[in-house]
C-alpha cells in the first residue's frame, strides 16, 4: 500500500486528490492548519473525511515540517497548500513569499534530509506567466508574474527544479491553469459567479458585483487536474508539465454559460467600466462592475499548451468551459440554502 501526504487537503485540490488516492488504495495522511474550526467540508461533501489521517501542519513553520517529514517515510508528497487567492496577496505579500514560496523550499529540504526517496510534487501555476508574452504558454515560455502571489509561485517552482537538480529529487513541478469545480472556494471568479446566479435564478434579485470581464482564462475541471497530478509522479523521471485544456474564455462569457444553464436571459449594456447584464424577465440587474474588484495589474490571457503532458503522461482534460459552467451553477442553484 502506497502512502500519500498532501498539504492543503482541506483546500479544493487537495478534496479531490484524497479522493483519487483513496480510490486507488493508497494510505492518504492530509496536513491540516490547527484553526479554531478545522474545515473539512469538502472531504466530508465527497464522502471521505473518515478515510484520511489528519495531522498537524502549517508550511510557515519549519519544526513542525521537520517532525512530521522526520517521523515518516512518504511514498509521495504533493504540495499543494498556498495562500492561493491571487486577490489577496497584494494585501499580505511577505505571508505570500513566505508560504507559497519559502514553505517549498522548507519541505524540500526535509525531504533532502531525511526521505529522499520520496516523490514531491510542486503545484505551481499559469500566473507565473502573467504578462503575456507568447500565446499559447508551454514549459518554454519565460514568467513575468504580476501579482506577489504569482512571484513567490515563481520562487516554489525553480527551487522545486534546482532540488531535483542539485540533489536528485524526484521533484515535479505541474504548472496548473485555473481549475474549477462545485468545490471552489466562493472568492474565485468562476463560483463568485456561479453562486449568484443560483441565487438569482432561485428568485433573490441581488445583483453580483465584478471587476475585470475581459481577462481570460484557461478554465478546466478540478477533478481532471489531480489526475494529471499523480500521473506526474508516476513518471521513472521527474519534470515539468503544463496541464491546460487549450481553450481560452473571458468572464464576461462565463458568466453567459453559467447563466444559460440556469434559462437566465440576460441583456447587457454599458461600457467597460460602467457595463451590467439585466435580467430580462424580472427587469432586475443580475450582474455589474465594481471597479473595486480591478487588480493593481492584471493576467489578461491564459491559453495553455498542454501536449507535452498530453504526450508523455497520456493525460486529457474531460469537461468542457461550457459544461463546468453548467456542473457548477447547477450545483449551487440545487444546493441553495436561501
Ligand atoms: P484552496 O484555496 O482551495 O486550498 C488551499 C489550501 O492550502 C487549503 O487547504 C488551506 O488550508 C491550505 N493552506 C493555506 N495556507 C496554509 C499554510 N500556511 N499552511 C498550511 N496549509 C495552508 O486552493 P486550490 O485547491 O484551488 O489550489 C491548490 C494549490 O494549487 C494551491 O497551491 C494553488 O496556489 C495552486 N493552484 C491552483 C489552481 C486552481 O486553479 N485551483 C491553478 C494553479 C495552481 P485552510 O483550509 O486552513 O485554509
Ligand atoms: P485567478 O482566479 O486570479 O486566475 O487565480 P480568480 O478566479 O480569482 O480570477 C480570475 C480572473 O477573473 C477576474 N475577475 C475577478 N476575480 C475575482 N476573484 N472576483 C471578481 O469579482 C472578479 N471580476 C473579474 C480577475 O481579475 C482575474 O482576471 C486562480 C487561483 O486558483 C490561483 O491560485 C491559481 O494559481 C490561478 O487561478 C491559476
Redesign the pocket.
Known amino acids: 500500500m502506497k502512502s500519500a501526504l498532501i498539504?492543503?487537503?482541506?483546500?479544493?485540490?487537495?478534496?479531490y486528490l484524497a479522493k483519487l488516492l483513496l480510490e486507488k488504495g493508497y494510505r492518504v495522511t492530509g496536513?491540516?492548519?490547527r484553526?479554531s474550526q478545522?474545515?473539512i467540508a469538502?472531504l466530508q461533501r465527497l464522502g471521505i473525511a473518515d478515510d484520511i489521517t489528519f495531522v498537524d501542519?502549517?508550511?510557515?513553520e519549519i519544526n513542525n515540517i521537520t517532525r512530521l517529514i522526520r517521523g515518516t517515510a512518504f511514498d509521495e508528497i504533493y504540495?499543494?497548500?498556498?495562500?492561493?487567492?491571487v486577490g489577496s496577496s497584494w494585501e499580505q505579500p511577505i505571508?505570500a513569499a513566505d508560504?507559497?514560496g519559502l514553505?517549498v523550499a522548507r519541505l524540500l529540504d526535509c525531504i533532502r534530509t531525511y526521505t529522499p526517496q520520496t516523490r514531491f510534487y510542486q503545484?505551481?501555476?499559469?500566473?507565473m506567466f502573467g504578462l503575456v508574452r507568447e500565446v499559447p504558454q508551454s514549459e518554454t515560455t519565460p514568467f513575468h508574474p504580476r501579482s506577489p502571489?504569482g512571484v513567490a509561485?515563481v520562487y516554489g517552482h525553480f527551487i522545486t527544479v534546482n532540488y531535483r537538480e542539485s540533489f536528485g529529487l524526484h521533484a515535479s513541478s505541474?504548472?496548473?491553469?485555473?481549475?474549477?469545480s462545485p468545490?471552489?472556494?466562493p472568492e474565485?471568479v468562476t463560483r463568485k459567479i456561479t453562486l449568484a446566479l443560483a441565487r438569482f435564478a432561485r428568485g433573490e434579485h441581488v445583483p453580483v458585483d465584478l471587476g475585470n470581464l475581459n481577462a481570460q482564462r484557461d478554465w478546466g475541471f478540478?477533478g481532471d487536474?489531480v489526475e494529471g497530478m499523480w500521473r506526474m509522479l508516476q513518471q521513472d523521471k521527474a519534470d515539468d508539465y503544463v496541464l491546460a485544456t487549450g481553450v481560452t474564455t473571458t468572464i464576461r462569457d462565463f458568466v453567459r454559460f453559467a447563466a444559460e444553464a440556469l434559462d437566465l436571459d440576460l441583456e447587457w449594456s454599458g461600457e467597460e467600466m460602467t457595463e451590467m447584464a439585466v435580467d430580462r424577465r424580472s427587469g432586475k440587474v443580475a450582474v455589474r462592475v465594481n471597479p473595486k474588484f480591478h487588480r493593481p495589474a492584471e493576467v489578461d490571457l491564459l491559453l495553455g499548451d498542454s501536449s507535452k503532458a498530453r504526450g508523455t503522461l497520456g493525460w486529457q482534460p474531460k469537461v468542457t468551459v461550457r459544461e463546468l459552467a453548467a456542473m457548477m451553477a447547477r450545483a449551487d442553484y440545487d444546493g441553495w440554502q436561501g
Request: glycine share 14%; no cysteine.
Open positions: 498539504t492543503g487537503i482541506t483546500g479544493q485540490d487537495g478534496s496536513a491540516v492548519r484553526n478545522t474545515e469538502r501542519f502549517e508550511l510557515g504540495n499543494l497548500a498556498a495562500q492561493s487567492f505571508y508560504v507559497n514553505g503545484a505551481s501555476t499559469s500566473e502571489y509561485k505541474g504548472i496548473l491553469f485555473n481549475h474549477e468545490l471552489r472556494g474565485f478540478a487536474y
